[in-house]
């Protein structure tokens, strides 16, 4: 069987939890600022914990906050959680990314921050529209949760933003087994927001400290090769391994994560991940472009385009409407797994009923057809064959 993804993790992270390292949360901020190029950077517990404690610093309330309608649903929760509003803007039918013209049409001066996201590693295209909005008086935060090294001109697209925004959780180009970032330019509203999280969080209690830390050490053990198809097999056949999977993103409560602090094991894990970035970033990429050039496009099968620029967190396969679950069953039939990424346009959820926005056709679209392959730094080149052959196979049985 070939996972969907596989977390990069290797012997040095495993054994840096239990090395002595002076003010791992500290360090952590000054790396990660030098490799995102902002002057600042603050460690929260989740990313979408940051973008509360931003919004809420900022003295924003029952503002219009403009977000993607396809994106995560956690980043307008962090919307809803500072007591302000997401407000939905489509992308059109050929971009993942949001519709341009639709944002600058319905931001003005009742925007107080529009959040640009490069979904999927995919660029948002900073010229032009970053300016506009900054016109406009408008906060630009970047999102570049799922697109660490996404490049315009050579120079990271984030750079172009005032905030930008990393999450840095399990699934993400560089893990800290949970945690986000946020970077800044401005060092007034770093403070701002510095003093934000200080005095409304606090360290993590002890038990909540081993429970991930426990988490983190089985999740370890549990991608190495000779226990991964024990694991596959729980994950389908019994409900144990949701117990450390799951997570409560069902309704708009604050949980009380959103107050802790990251532990320092997930700080010194993430000191490790960042140096391996570059590494595993290349190995994407040489992916993403072995399965472009080998994947067959049909009436029914089509891959999601990217350019050099990119830095893509997964590889998607866009099934023709109506054909997706038929599409699953022959990935399984022949052991590969894969994720639905995402499977939902936001301003459709129930949690966000409440919340007005202009409709997003393309965004439910999107949501209705993209399936996630294998796709992460370690995938051996014989199991991206198998991969390829397995999705070329699919036209024939159709
Ligand atoms: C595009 C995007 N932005 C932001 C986030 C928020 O990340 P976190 O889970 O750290 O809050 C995610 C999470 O999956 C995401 O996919």
Known sequence: ??????????????????????????????SFSEFSGFPYALYFSWARSG??????????????????????????????????????IDNTANNINMDNDLLLKHSGSDT???????????????????QK??????????DVSLAFGVKHNGIPVSNYA?????????????????????????????????AHRNNNAFPPKFKS?????????????????????????LKDNTKIIDI??????????????????????????????????????????????????????SEIINTVPFNEDDSLSHFHIRVKKGKREIFKKHLLKNSIYFGIHFDYSNPDLLMFKDYKSPDAPNSRVWAEEMVTIPFYPGLSKSNAHRVVEVINKFKIIE
């Open 112 to 130: 107080p921050v529009a959040i640009l996201t490069s979904l999927f590693g995919r660029k948002h295209n900073p010229d032009i529209i970053v």
């Open 162 to 194: 005032d905030v930008a925004m990393y999450s840095t959780n399990a699934g993400k180009p560089v893990s800290s087994y949970g945690g986000g970032f946020l970077t800044f330019k401005d060092m007034a509203l770093y403070e701002k927001v510095k």
């Open 244 to 297: 450390f999977v799951k997570q409560n993103e069902e309704d708009l409560s604050i949980p009380k994560q959103h107050y802790e602090i990251p532990a320092k094991f997930q700080a010194k894990i993430g000191l490790v991940q960042l140096k391996r970035f570059e590494k595993m970033d290349y190995n994407r990429k040489a992916l993403a472009n072995f399965y472009e050039k080998e994947i067959n496009k």
């Open 51 to 88: 973008l509360a404690h931003l919004l809420s610093a900022m003295g924003l309330k029952n503002q219009k906050i403009i977000t993607p309608a396809y994106t995560c649903e956690v980043v307008p929760q962090g919307i809803a959680w500072s007591g302000n509003r997401p407000y939905f």
């Open 133 to 142: 909005l900054k016109d406009k008086g408008i906060l630009v935060i970047k």
């Open 209 to 233: 400290i081993f429970l991930r830390q426990l988490s983190f050490n089985l999740q370890y053990i549990a991608f190495q090769k000779w226990i991964y198809g024990m694991v596959v097999y």
């Open 1 to 30: 069987m070939i996972p969907e993804i596989k977390p990069y993790l290797h012997f040095k992270e495993f054994k840096t939890q239990f090395q002595k390292i002076n003010n791992p949360i500290e360090q952590f901020e000054a």
